[in-house]
């Protein structure tokens, strides 16, 4: 899937008004940090965990944290940000 900045907004919640309707996949909101195959995995996980929480039987599953960026990440993301919001000042924003 490909994702725009400020997308996540627009996301499904994991539990829906739907008895027994549960959503997973890597358009599903949630905490975790992880995108792609791992979000769909995660998300899945959540929707089992959701459904045991319903009927209050069975063993959840442990979800484990994404760990933290590395240094050399953290900074790839500052300058992305930087620039973007650099350039914003100089290009309006525009859609067609």
């Not at 994991?14 to 549960?22: M, Q, S, V």
């Amino acid at each position: 899937s490909h994702f725009a900045p400020g997308s996540y907004q627009h996301f499904l919640p994991a539990k829906t008004p739907i008895p027994n309707f549960y959503l997973s996949g890597d358009w599903v909101m949630n905490q975790h940090g992880s995108w792609s195959q791992e979000k769909a995995y995660v998300t899945g996980l959540e929707a089992a965990n959701l459904v045991i929480d319903q009927f209050k039987q069975g063993k959840k599953a442990e979800i484990i944290p994404v760990e933290a960026d590395e240094a050399h990440i953290q900074l790839a993301r500052w300058l992305n940000r930087s620039v973007r919001t650099a350039r914003e000042l100089v290009v309006p924003k525009f859609s067609l």
